[in-house]
């Protein structure tokens, strides 16, 4: 078996290589002709479209691996029958589930990364694409510098507004905040020059403070030229997070803007969605192997053509349905989020484990051993 194995993954790390290769320089293709107008308006020279598309490395694989692997597994299964080689392994004894076996730890290897890079590195290639895009065209594109960031929290029943907020230095000009009490009414609001993060609590400078009475009307104000609010502690990271997109965030980042957000259900289904599609989406590299090693191991005459087509309409239906039941999960219509990722896996899992073991006998070598076991198991009851 460990001449198998090493075997096995020789031929198919190949292929991999190949058409990892292949998928990376189509989706460079495809993104290049979107953005060729503004590399072309702005003159940006080779080098730094290289630099750009070589930031976009993490980004990409979440794309172009499960089409990778499903292709590559395909062709190096098509490769072993035209040479008669899986004949061969099953003349020898090799029984379908430890031929299958190479191809499922070197898939298992390939989740395994995929997982770490949706879980940060992708999600950060993301930020900054879009920073370098904003650049490309002359825009500002500061890290974590938000202008004109309003944020609303609900459950300590105050509305928030910064001017800048810079979340690298914890500190904020043209800030406002307004304290409401629980039926809605202003109670106090502050206007402030600059604000700071002490990594407790916030700290103003050049304060007006407006007190509000029952009625609405203005009660006091006053002004203070540095006024610690010991009662506000929100961090500046969890203020920016808001204005984050979803597939800007890594897991701990979503985890912790899920977590601690008191924005509504109806917003918080997207962050939600996108949390679990982190989570479960690496398993469709195993699922979507399923459906090649289904057409690769026939060894019967056929031509190898419909079973290829018939692979890659699988990889485009799945792809075409997780998204459509994700951007439903979005936007809290039909599935909540946690069902709008698992639905098509498990839909697409079991249809692939369904046809891979009627291919092979697996249901009919349970069902012997079932019987077997039934045996075994009545036989002491009919001799007691």
Known sequence: MSIYFRYLFARLFIPFAVCLCGCTLIWIMA?????????????????????????????????????ALLISTLWTLLALNRRCELVAFQSGGMAP????????????????????????????AQVTRDRLLQQVKGQNAKSNVFINLPYIDSVNRRIWFFQTLDVNQSKAKGVEILQRDANGH?????????????????????????????????????????????DITTPPKQLSLIVSQPDQLTLSELSQYITTSTATQEHLASYRTEWWYRVLYPFSLIILMLFALIQGARTDRRSPVPGIVWTIGVLIAYIVLINGCMALGKHSRVFSPFMSVITMEVIFGALGLHLLALSNGWWWQLLEAGKKWKTLWEEPEEKA
Do not use: C
């Not at 390939?110 to 879980?119: E, G, I, Q, R, S």
């Open 97 to 124: 589930i430890w031929l299958f076996s190479p191809f499922f730890a070197f898939g298992l290897i390939w989740v395994l990364v995929l997982a770490f890079d949706m879980n940060w590195p992708a999600a950060k």
């Open 186 to 230: 202003d109670m106090v609001k502050y206007f402030a020059r600059n604000g700071e993060w002490t990594g407790e609590f916030w700290r103003l400078t050049g304060v007006l403070k407006i007190v509000f009475s029952a009625t609405g009307g203005v009660e006091d104000q006053k002004t203070y030229e540095e006024l610690d609010l010991p």
């Open 31 to 67: 993104d290049l002709y979107g953005n060729i107008d503004d590399f072309l308006e702005h003159k940006i020279n080779l080098l730094m479209i290289l630099r750009f598309y070589s930031l976009q490395i993490p980004s990409m694989l979440v794309q172009v691996l499960p089409a």
